[in-house]
């Protein structure tokens, strides 16, 4: 059986951490994470696109792991354009 080479990502604030993973074809994102010594993730993607832990994974595609926001983005604008009025 062929073997697929995937990149998975975790993303902190200060950097990004990737580890390359070999696994067998119709391999899925949570083989993935398994193989690359992630216990759990909340949100994850395929090269910025949003997918389940049950996708299937091809040669070459990068797995992201997402975490979670500090602050929703629009609530952030509005402090900002508050302090800009002042």
């Known amino acids: ?41 909340a949100a994850l993607g395929i090269f910025g696109r949003r997918v389940a832990g049950d996708t299937r994974l091809a040669h070459g595609d990068r797995v992201e792991i997402y975490r979670p926001l500090l602050l929703d983005p629009k609530e952030r604008r509005r402090e900002r354009a508050g302090r800009r009025r002042r």
Request: hydrophobic content about 45%; some cysteine; overall charge negative.
């Open 1 to 41: 059986m062929a073997s697929i080479r995937i990149e998975v990502v975790c993303a902190t604030r200060s950097r990004a951490d990737p580890v390359t993973v070999e696994l067998p074809e119709g391999a899925t994102v949570r083989d993935a994470l398994q193989a690359a010594g992630i216990k759990e993730a």
